[in-house]
């Protein structure tokens, strides 16, 4: 199956900062990449994904590069505000058998951002 | 936050129960799933549903189970077998499969003494 390794666990910028979250994954068929925002208390929203056709994508602060080659993908955050606070997880779907694919999640970064 | 929906939020049971958990969504999406979340260790999914009537086991799926007799329901039962079943679990469901949007819902904390 599916190992998707998730780096920093946690990780504190200064508001104004950039925050760069990496995962790297192993089933070399996986070609969808999304990543999930959970605010405190709350459950995780897709907040960007990518498939694996192209390289980059941006929504205004946020954006994820994927290489393949490598097998890892990144989330990176610009301009940072104290809302962007909040466990992200990075996930990748791997082959399950009988035609079923299923997401692996990485275990998450808890981003700080300081004011 | 509607489309999903889980209940209760709050769960306590005695050890050696059962306890099923509900997931309900009125988004027509087909494929549903259910995920455990414990402190450090992301989300871990139990069982999922492509379709009505049709289920698979997940990662960690020993001491659950599920059904899936209607399209916009998908019970999960924690049984007594269930080694550690103090948790949070979250369901959520997609349009199709796993290369798609996953909608969650609020969760279920259950507490099991």
């Known amino acids: 199956g599916e190992n998707v390794e998730q780096h920093p666990s946690t990780l504190s910028v200064q508001e104004g900062d950039s925050a760069v979250i990496k995962c790297t994954y192993s089933?070399?068929?996986?070609?969808?990449f999304p990543w999930y925002k959970q605010e405190l208390g709350k459950r995780p929203q897709l907040i960007i994904d990518?498939?694996?056709?192209?390289g980059e994508k941006k929504d205004q602060r946020i954006a994820v590069t994927l290489n393949k080659t490598a097998k890892h993908f990144s989330l990176h955050i610009t301009e940072t505000q104290p809302e962007d606070s909040a466990v992200y997880f990075c996930a990748a779907p791997s082959y399950s058998g009988a035609g079923s694919y299923q997401l692996t999640f990485g275990k998450g970064t808890k981003l700080s951002v300081i004011p | 936050d509607g489309g999903i929906t889980q209940s209760p939020k709050y769960l306590f049971r005695k050890e050696g129960q059962n306890v099923t958990l509900s997931c309900e969504q009125n988004l027509n999406h087909d494929a549903m799933y259910w995920y455990r979340q414990d402190p450090g260790q992301g989300l871990r999914l139990i069982y999922y549903?492509?379709?009505?009537?049709?289920?698979q086991k997940g990662d960690i799926a020993e001491g659950y189970s599920v059904s899936r007799e209607k399209k916009e329901s998908f019970p999960l039962t924690v049984t007594s077998a269930q080694k550690n079943p103090t948790a949070f679990y979250l369901c959520?469901?997609?349009?199709?499969?796993?290369?798609?949007?996953?909608?969650f819902g609020p969760g279920t904390r259950l507490t099991v003494t």
């Open positions: 549903s492509q379709i009505v009537n049709d289920f």
């Open positions: 990518i498939r694996s056709n192209v």
């Open positions: 959520a469901s997609s349009i199709e499969g796993s290369s798609y949007e996953q909608y």
């Open positions: 089933d070399s068929a996986s070609n969808y």
